[in-house]
């Protein structure tokens, strides 16, 4: 079974800083990870996807993904007050349950003027 | 993204009492469909899978008597929770998968509260 593992946190950065928000999984074998953002009472909305060892860059998001260690991160660039929201780490099902998702449990990021 | 709509996003319903919740896909046929529940202060948890004109599967814990769910077509999906309990009450996502199956869709959520 995938399990997912995330520091709940909270975790706190002045406003302009950079948020670092890790992941970690049991499956070796998972290809591709997902990062949402929610905000409280919506439904997740994804900012990135990665599945390459490396780095993957979105505007002033940074996602970096090393299978080896079975690490994947999310690094929040020039931090704002709307980027205040809890962080979820999901990997995807194998075949054709792609859409199936094991969710990390969340990092709760509070960024403030 | 794909367009999905989900209502109602909040319900108040008395214990004992029905609730459904719609979920449809409204640009892409959804083959299968994930439902999931959110307890307060917890991530998502996956309650069960459909895939259109088949009987649901569900994850392990989950009611399948309690959490009726129907996808009789490839453009909508019910959740009915039966007998609601306040134990019930959570933050319920649907997310259709269409026949690519290439990224997650989640509808807007249904707050139910039951009291």
């Known amino acids: 079974q995938k399990e997912v593992e995330q520091n709940s946190g909270p975790l706190s950065v002045p406003e302009g800083a950079i948020a670092s928000l890790n992941c970690t999984y049991s499956d070796r074998g998972s290809q591709s990870f997902?990062?949402?953002?929610?905000?409280?009472?919506?439904?997740?909305?994804?900012?990135?996807?990665?599945?390459?060892?490396?780095?993957?860059?979105?505007?002033?998001?940074?996602?970096?993904?090393?299978?080896?260690?079975?690490?994947?991160?999310?690094?929040?660039?020039?931090?704002?007050?709307s980027d205040s929201a809890?962080?979820?780490?999901?990997?995807?099902?194998?075949?054709?349950?792609?859409?199936?998702?094991?969710?990390?449990?969340?990092?709760?990021?509070?960024?403030?003027? | 993204g794909a367009?999905?709509?989900?209502?109602?996003?909040?319900?108040?319903?008395?214990?004992?009492?029905?609730?459904?919740?719609?979920?449809?896909?409204?640009?892409?046929?959804?083959?299968?469909?994930?439902?999931?529940?959110q307890f307060p202060k917890q991530s998502l948890m996956l309650m069960a899978t459909s895939n259109e004109g088949s009987k649901a599967t569900y994850e392990q814990g989950v009611e399948k008597d309690k959490f009726l769910i129907n996808h009789a077509s490839l453009t909508l999906s019910t959740l009915t929770v039966t007998s609601a309990h306040p134990e019930d009450s959570s933050f319920y996502i649907c997310s259709p998968q269409g026949y690519l199956g290439t990224e997650a869709f989640f509808g807007q959520g249904t707050r139910l509260t039951v009291v």
């Open chain 1, 34 to 81: 997902f990062w949402y953002r929610q905000y409280s009472g919506k439904s997740p909305e994804l900012i990135m996807f990665i599945y390459s060892n490396g780095d993957k860059e979105d505007g002033r998001f940074t996602a970096q993904l090393n299978k080896a260690s079975q690490y994947v991160s999310l690094l929040i660039r020039d931090s704002q007050p």
């Open chain 2, 3 to 37: 367009v999905v709509s989900q209502h109602p996003s909040w319900v108040i319903c008395k214990s004992g009492t029905s609730v459904k919740i719609e979920c449809r896909s409204l640009d892409f046929q959804a083959t299968t469909m994930f439902w999931y529940r």
């Open chain 1, 86 to 113: 809890t962080y979820l780490c999901a990997v995807p099902g194998g075949g054709t349950s792609y859409g199936k998702l094991t969710f990390g449990q969340g990092t709760i990021l509070t960024v403030h003027p």
